[in-house]
């Protein structure tokens, strides 16, 4: 009886050992094909290296490419600065390259710039950013230093990323302030970038200017931006970015349509100041609360003062905003009514 058990455990020993054997060479065989078939890993592998090879060889390809863009575009020859400045650092001119709205380089001669506290850019001189804090109008200059076309364009394109010489990457310009004030010959407004916040009299007394572009989204200072602009018939759509209306078309005395005002806008002091030929109807969704504000003046302080005085101007207003029925009222005129 021991012979009998003892061959019976030896003969199931020997099954586990051949049913072991038999799944180790299906594993083997299924690791062998998912390595080696025409879908395996080593295939794959191979595949993923070629293309990211190709993928490099095509990325440096277009990298060269813009480099020829930003040296026609731009009439820098960098490989000759480089030397230059290795030779003669004290004599290089400046290598510092802006890209336009186009995606093009931008000639930066013909700007002025200017590295704000949040590491971005404005277009206009430090004297200039400074003056306008210290609210010194007499000092502000214009950012902009070409020449204009006889339809009154800009040379070019406005920078929307700029690499300065100390910069490691392309940084955005956000800020416009004054980057057009008083200038007579531009009658075509430029491209705005969309990474632009701040608009802040930036065509502010452009007498001449006429053509408006679009304000893109993410503008969120709009103030006194077309102030005496007094040719200015048709008004830009306001993007529901926009916060500060501040006197934005102070004095347009041509303007005859208003755009909607978007919910996010918050102060509307002098918006619409002695724009004497508006007529229509305008629509105000902004949230203004009649709060005195930091400058002793409400957040709706003339608004709509001396506007439609022209004979046959007529506005109706109408819109969400929590004061405007308050504030139509307490103008009081009889071509200023309110639309239910």
């Not at 802040?200 to 893109?216: A, D, G, M, Q």
Request: proline residues 3%; charged residues 25%.
């Amino acid at each position: 009886m021991k012979i009998t058990k003892n061959r019976k455990e030896e003969g199931i020993t020997l099954v586990a050992l051949v049913v072991t054997i038999i799944v180790l060479l299906i594993l083997a065989a299924v690791t062998i094909a998912a390595l080696s078939g025409d879908n395996g890993i080593l295939r794959n592998a191979a595949k993923a290296k070629e293309e990211t090879e190709k993928a490099q060889e095509e990325e440096q390809i277009k990298l060269e490419e813009l480099e020829d863009t930003i040296n026609e575009y731009a009439g820098i020859d960098w490989d000759k600065a480089l030397a230059d400045a290795e030779k003669h650092p004290d004599q290089v001119t400046s290598t510092v390259i802006g890209v336009g709205t186009d995606g093009r380089a931008v000639n930066m001669d013909l700007w002025e710039y200017t590295k704000l506290d949040d590491g971005t850019y404005a277009l206009n001189s430090e004297e200039t950013m400074t003056a306008v804090k210290e609210e010194n109008w007499l000092e502000v200059k214009m950012g902009y230093l070409g020449t204009f076309t006889e339809n009154g364009e800009i040379d070019g394109r406005i920078p929307q990323y700029i690499k300065g010489e100390t910069d490691d990457t392309f940084i955005p310009v956000t800020d416009l302030t004054c980057l057009f004030a008083r200038n007579e010959n531009i009658k075509v407004m430029p491209d705005i970038p969309n990474t632009v916040i701040n608009m802040n009299n930036t065509f502010l007394r452009c007498i001449n200017l006429t053509t408006l572009s679009k304000i893109p989204v993410g503008v969120i200072n709009m103030q006194s931006t077309f102030a005496h602009c007094t040719l200015i018939k048709d008004a830009p759509q306001i993007p529901n970015t926009v916060e500060n209306m501040v006197g934005t078309f102070r004095g347009c005395s041509n303007l005859v349509s208003a755009p909607t005002i978007p919910n996010s806008v918050t102060n509307m002091q002098e918006a619409f100041i002695d724009c004497s030929k508006l007529t229509g109807i305008i629509t105000i969704n902004a949230n203004l609360t009649g709060a005195v504000l930091s400058n002793g003046r409400k957040d709706y302080y003339s608004m709509l003062y001396n506007i439609a005085t022209e004979e046959g101007c007529e506005i109706r207003v109408t819109g969400t905003c929590p004061i405007l029925q308050e504030y139509v009222t307490a103008l009081n005129r009889d071509n200023i009514t309110l639309l239910d």
